[in-house]
């Protein structure tokens, strides 16, 4: 397994969705009334609801993005930014990619809450007594990885998330090594948010998506400003 800099390699079916696109669709989606606007945005909402199915979530939970980085770092600046404070933790493990670190470092920085790690065995399991133990009343999130980037091992996501709901705690997932590699059904796991990078699941670079409970979003202002915003 490997987070980065390796992708899945592109099969031809991939490279010719991405090639028909750029020669017959080629539009920017959700902002033109013309024919090939209609035609990109048509295709561009099938891909959402085709991922959608794969990952047993409704659509309309499921954002487009650039890959994992950029979701996680959505709900760290977008969710827990405004919510976290001193005294409050963010819960991740020993075994985390830099994209499920990094972020909630620097939210650590700026609203005073902490940084605890849960550990993992010799064996390279993450340890669940120790995590659950970990889950005190201060603990607001964990970020855990469904698949270590690393060490390749699968972590019982949907136990842990249990165990995080009966506490209060919200949930983020990196799925990034999971979803290239095992049916990955998020209704099932019950987390609050997941997130996936395209590119690990033989498709084009620059795309990923966050899934997120439907409350969340409709909580979290927006973390980029720009066009389809102005009314």
Request: overall charge positive; charged content about 20%; aromatic content about 6%.
């Amino acid at each position: 397994f490997s987070h980065t800099p390796t992708p899945g390699q592109k099969p031809g079916q991939g490279i010719g969705a991405g090639d028909e696109f750029s020669r017959r669709y080629n539009a920017n989606v959700s902002r033109a009334v013309h024919a090939l606007g209609t035609e990109a945005t048509d295709a561009y909402e099938g891909a959402r609801s085709k991922l959608a199915r794969f990952l047993n979530v409704r659509a309309s939970e499921l954002s487009l993005c650039s890959g994992t980085t950029f979701a996680i770092n959505l709900v760290a600046y977008s969710w827990a930014l405004p919510r976290l404070k001193a005294g409050d933790v963010i819960l991740v493990s020993r075994m985390e990619h830099h994209a499920n670190i990094v972020p909630w470092q620097l939210v650590a920085q700026r609203t005073g809450a902490t940084i605890r790690v849960a550990e993992i065995t010799p064996e390279g399991a993450l340890d669940l007594d120790a995590l659950r133990k970990a889950m005190t009343p201060e603990v607001k999130l964990l970020a855990v990885a469904h698949v270590s980037n690393v060490l390749g091992t699968v972590n019982p996501v949907r136990e842990i998330c249990r165990e995080a709901r009966k506490r209060g705690i919200i949930t983020v997932v990196d799925g990034s090594q999971a979803v290239p590699h095992r049916k990955v059904d998020i209704a099932a796991i019950g987390c609050d948010f997941y997130a996936i990078t395209g590119h690990k699941m033989c498709g084009p670079t620059g795309t990923g998506a966050l899934w997120a409970k439907r409350e969340h979003l409709d909580a979290m202002p927006p973390f980029l400003g720009g066009g389809e915003m102005i009314k």
